[in-house]
């Protein structure tokens, strides 16, 4: 016979075991995080956002996820990626141009030490962290064959890193490419937007904790040079041979069919050198070169289908939050056009580089096996030997149907499709978002998924609090957030966005980096919008809301001295 005490002595120890199993499934819960980022692409380059490059795995997750149409980057790689990264405005972290110290802490080039990275505060929630594509957020210079790792990512809070740390190089022999906190050479038969597909994979089947896993997969694609492997640029022979024009158009009705843009936003005319396609010259040249920007494009498609399908084979898709975005608008930098000569080397000085041996220029001089690098106006582009970019009037089609590019705060530069793809939370599957969001968002919703805690020091230094606001709600319904303005700045081109009013200026391009010696902002030379109406920023409103252009300007610059754009530095010389 049981005594009275031990069958309740059971019984506690029942519910005990029942608590921490729910407990222990309550775990198992967190989702598995991927953010996706792609470089130098435009609003509409890719398949569910209109475009007529194949990108069937990027449109499978659209299709069975969510597609916002309002969000937004900050106009550059590396100040993009500091934002992404920390859930900060690019000053915040101290990136507020480039990888150069100029002086001001907002733009030392370098991600602060007040900060603190994604993997970093997603460790407080038991994940396990990994990343494989460019870093880009502390410097590197070129030939510095013993550089300080203070912030490279496995100081940054990731378990195990691939990539590169440098922002720019060749696709068959990038330079900086590392394996955890080692330079290493390429493989033999290497292309570097496979290597980051595959690399994902690998560390997804390896990956056999408990523990949830975050993984940032940073592409270089599409960003120049323009080199892809021949099978994916054969694809689309011809296909661009009606020229950019005709292109752009044909974006923008797609565009409107699909439900991405309104009707009543006019397309945006070409900006300044920007030619006509019937006045263009090497006709020819330029089509061949957006056929390689597609192939690039394609292909990180295909690795994408590659990272889902091992999600599949592992049981983890349902449970894993996937995102996908681009780091600014299209790129009309026209790399290599400037060249009068194709090479800046002697041939017959060339021979192979030896296996193993490092190449540390973002533009190489030689190939692996000892050809030449070719780059200037007219090389057809592709193979390891060439290095060039594309023309402006491309990507002015890839940014349909905004106005300017990289660099710009306008719509041009700062737009990016946002996929987000959950199917265990996203149950209102093939919707758009239209709520406007911002990179500072990003840390915010993954906080909020993972229950991590974003601490308010780390290593004795205050951390600057979290700037976004969870897109958790948006996941549920398409009800707007609870937000105010947020803020833009990059080389002088500055913008703020409330509400469905957007206020942005160019800057004297003689004098962009600059403000006055005051460090006071000038509060006239702004362009009012409405984006409900014209979010091709079409029509300017300024002059007919002088009292909101005035306290939209005022806002900006309290901001700006807030978030460390002012003061703001005067370049070296």
């Not at 989702?31 to 692409?41: A, C, E, K, Q, R």
């Not at 533009?363 to 007219?378: E, F, H, L, N």
């Amino acid at each position: 016979m049981v005594s009275r005490k031990t069958r309740i002595l059971i019984f506690l120890g029942v519910v005990l075991f029942v608590i921490g199993c729910s407990q222990l499934k309550e775990e198992k819960k967190k989702p598995n995080i991927i953010l996706i980022m792609s470089d130098d692409m435009g609003y509409s380059d890719i398949g569910c956002y209109g475009s007529e490059i194949k990108t069937p795995n990027l449109d499978a997750l659209a299709g069975n996820g969510l597609r916002y149409t309002q969000f937004y980057n900050t106009s550059r790689c590396c100040p993009t990626r500091a934002s992404l990264l920390t859930g900060l405005y690019p000053h915040q972290a101290g990136i507020g141009h480039m990888m150069r110290d100029r002086g001001a802490d907002g733009y030392r080039g370098d991600l602060s030490e007040n900060s603190l990275t994604i993997a970093q505060v997603l460790k407080t929630a038991g994940y396990s962290t990994y990343m494989a594509g460019k870093w880009h957020v502390t410097p590197l210079l070129p030939g510095n064959k013993n550089p300080s790792k203070h912030n490279w990512p496995l100081q940054r809070g990731f378990d195990r890193f691939f990539g590169t740390i440098h922002g720019a190089g060749s696709f068959y022999d990038p330079n900086s490419l590392t394996s955890g906190n080692t330079f290493i050479a390429p493989a033999e038969d290497f292309y570097y937007t496979d290597a980051i597909s595959d690399t994902v994979v690998s560390f997804i089947n390896d990956h056999s904790s408990e523990n949830p896993f975050f993984m940032y997969v940073a592409y270089t694609a599409a960003h120049w040079p323009l080199q892809a492997p021949p099978k994916d640029i054969a694809k689309y022979k011809g296909v661009y041979n009606k020229g950019w024009d005709e292109l752009r158009k044909e974006r923008y009705q797609r565009m409107i069919r699909m439900g991405i843009i309104e009707e009543q936003w006019k397309m945006s005319e070409p900006t300044p050198g920007d030619n006509k396609w019937e006045d263009t010259e090497m006709k020819d040249w330029q089509a061949a070169c957006m056929e390689v920007y597609a192939a690039m494009i394609d292909n990180m498609d295909q690795g994408i289908g590659r990272i889902v399908a091992e999600l599949e084979r592992k049981g983890e898709l349902d449970n894993t939050l996937i995102l996908f975005l681009q780091d600014n608008g299209a790129c009309a930098e026209q790399w290599g056009f400037w060249r009068e000569n194709e090479i800046d080397v002697d041939p017959d000085t060339l021979k192979p580089m030896d296996k193993g041996e490092l190449q540390y220029r973002m533009q190489p001089k030689q190939t692996r096996d000892g050809r030449p690098v070719r780059s200037a106006r007219g090389v057809y582009s592709g193979a390891a030997d060439t290095y060039v970019g594309y023309d402006i009037g491309w990507a002015n089609a890839s940014n349909t149907p905004f106005r300017m590019y990289k660099h710009w705060v306008n719509e041009g530069g700062i737009s990016t499709p946002l996929i987000v793809h959950w199917p265990e939370k996203i149950k209102t599957t093939g919707e758009f978002r239209n709520q406007y969001g911002h990179l500072i968002d990003v840390m915010a919703t993954f906080v909020d998924v993972s229950g991590a805690t974003y601490p308010k020091t780390q290593n004795g230094k205050e951390i600057i609090p979290m700037q976004g606001v969870s897109l958790l709600p948006t996941f549920e319904n398409n009800e707007q957030l609870s937000r105010g303005a947020v803020y833009w700045e990059h080389e002088g081109n500055r913008a703020i966005r409330n509400g469905k009013w957007k206020l942005v200026s160019k800057p004297d391009l003689s004098n962009s980096f600059v403000f006055d010696k005051q460090d006071q902002i000038n509060l006239t030379d702004w362009q009012l919008y409405n984006m409900e109406e014209d979010r091709t920023e079409i029509n300017d409103l300024s002059s007919q809301n002088p009292d909101l252009v005035s306290q939209m300007a005022q806002d900006w610059y309290q901001w700006a001295k807030d978030a460390k754009v002012i003061p703001k530095p005067i370049p070296k010389k």
